[in-house]
């Protein structure tokens, strides 16, 4: 007889424990801890007779069907993915929800289903009538779409075993799945990797590729399905402001292709539409000739993408002063201003700073450094820095401007948009081959800049100031296509 074994598994990690507690001993976090049946997947009596069979092993070098990747048609999806999805592969993809997930699957299957592949939607959230009037207003009703609002693992499995392979199944979401062969409920830990697995092996199996959508908690993690992160083979997020229209598909992990890119989209009344040109899209509304704003030219996977870092730097009347960063790691702000502080003589001490980056983008490249030191001091000293300059460079924390990679992808997309001048670190010049197209200010140490800015600062109000204000600043007009 099968013994039902109760127990107590972390729903952020999936670890197991025979008693409660009120913190997760292998994630460290509280309250996490739900009472489940983790009866293994595979029913105990199968389990104790069944016999093992033989496979044949195989060489390293035989001949495979090569791994032709399927199209998404829509070019910033492709980048992400690494070209389009490979045949069997499973692809989790996360964002908060009403972040535009469905939105971007109802119009990706869409256009395969159109260029003739057989797409399979699976909705476990929304009413077949909801998926319909999405794509109603997406204006893709009439794309050869197959749907089915079911959440048995088993009966979609046996339903899409019938008929040509699907080149692509999406599952919308894997938090709504279920199967037979655990007891927990829906959404829990247990039943999602369950559901993933069977899934994950029926796409093995036939060759299909599968998407499936995750949710995110709170703290940005794949609520539950942590655990699926490790099973599938690639993990894209889809992250945005809730309040800014643009959403940046992001590959955090990816078996078939590079997991640095990310895909630019923009949402419209009429769904998503993509960007190509993002650098135009960030800079489009640019505060032109306020003090505390500096263009960074930085580089995200393969592309160039020029973004604005706005910074606040006021007089403070709390004991500690505030430090708030959007969009940029708080601690490297904390460093960038503690090398303030140290090598250049800036007291921020007694300062509240505030730094954002413009358009919800998320920065990760320590190149922003630069950038982000000329805002920060251009605020404090009040004086506007030239609107036709970009900045990068990393800052070490003795005060010395060091070299970052890709430097003629970052000085070529900056003249492209109409820039005139570029701040970058010195040793970074030699990378330079002939014209770059903008005048170069190459700077050894952070001590230069800050020096340049307060320069500035104390020049305001003179005469040198309306030639300034009269230069034209590059165009930044949003690209049609
Ligand atoms: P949805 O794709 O349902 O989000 P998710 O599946 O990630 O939860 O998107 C929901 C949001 O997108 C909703 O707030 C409305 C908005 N939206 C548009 O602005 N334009 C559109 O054309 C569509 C379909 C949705
Ligand atoms: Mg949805």
């Not at 040109?277 to 580089?299: C, H, K, M, Q, Y």
Request: charged residues 20%.
């Amino acid at each position: 007889m099968a013994k039902n074994t109760l127990s107590f598994v972390c729903q952020n990690c999936g670890a197991a424990y025979n008693r409660w507690q009120g913190k997760c001993e292998s994630c460290g976090e509280w309250n996490t801890l739900a009472e489940e049946d983790t009866t293994g997947s595979v029913p105990v009596s199968i389990r104790s007779k069944r016999k093992g069979r033989t496979f044949a092993l195989e060489s390293l070098s035989g001949k495979t069907q090569d791994a032709p990747r399927l199209s998404s048609g829509m070019t910033e999806l492709d980048r992400v993915t690494g070209g389009g999805f490979v045949r069997g592969s499973v692809l989790l993809v996360g964002g908060d929800p009403g972040i535009g997930k469905s939105t971007l699957l109802t119009q990706a299957t869409s256009l395969m289903a159109r260029a003739g592949h057989r797409i399979v939607y699976i909705s476990g959230e929304e009413a077949i009538a909801q998926v319909r009037l999405r794509a109603e207003r997406l204006g893709l009703s009439d794309a050869p779409v197959q749907l089915a609002a079911e959440t048995s693992v088993e009966d979609i499995v046996s339903t899409l075993s019938e008929g040509a392979v699907p080149r692509l199944i999406v599952i919308d979401s894997i938090q709504t799945m279920w199967t037979d062969t655990v007891e927990s409920a829906p959404g829990t830990v247990t039943q999602v990797r369950a559901s993933a697995q069977a899934l994950i092996r029926f796409a093995k199996k036939t060759g299909a590729a599968i998407i499936l959508v995750g949710h995110v908690t709170k703290d940005g993690q794949i609520a539950g399905p942590r655990v699926v992160e490790h099973m599938v083979d690639a993990v894209l997020s889809f992250e945005g402001e809730g309040s800014q229209q643009f959403r940046i598909l992001r590959a955090v992990k990816n078996r078939f292709g590079p997991t640095d890119e990310i895909g630019v989209f923009e949402m419209t009344g009429l769904g998503l539409r993509e960007v190509t040109n993002p650098s135009e899209l960030f800079l489009s509304e640019r505060d032109l000739g306020t003090p505390g704003t500096a263009v960074f030219a930085g580089i995200e996977g393969t592309r160039p993408l020029l973004v604005e870092l706005q910074a606040l730097v006021a007089p403070t009347s709390l004991g500690t002063p505030r430090r708030a960063v959007v969009g940029w790691d708080p601690s490297r702000l904390s460093m960038v201003l503690a090398v303030l502080e140290a090598h250049c003589g800036v007291k921020l001490s007694g300062h509240d700073v505030y730094l954002n980056v413009a358009g919800g983008l998320r920065i990760h490249e320590p190149a922003a450094d630069l950038a982000a030191a000329a805002a920060l001091v251009s605020s404090l000293v009040n004086a506007q820095l030239p609107t036709d300059a970009v900045y990068f460079g990393e800052i070490s924390l003795s005060g010395v401007v060091r070299p970052v990679a890709q430097t003629p992808a970052r000085l070529k997309e900056a003249a492209k948009l109409g820039f005139q001048h570029a701040v970058l670190p010195e040793s970074a010049r030699g990378e330079v081959g002939g014209d770059a197209g903008l005048s170069l200010n190459a700077i050894n140490s952070l001590t230069t800049l800050v020096a340049e800015i307060a320069a500035r600062g104390s020049r305001r109000g003179e005469s040198s100031a309306p030639a300034e204000k009269n230069a034209t600043p590059p165009r930044f007009r949003r690209g049609e296509g």
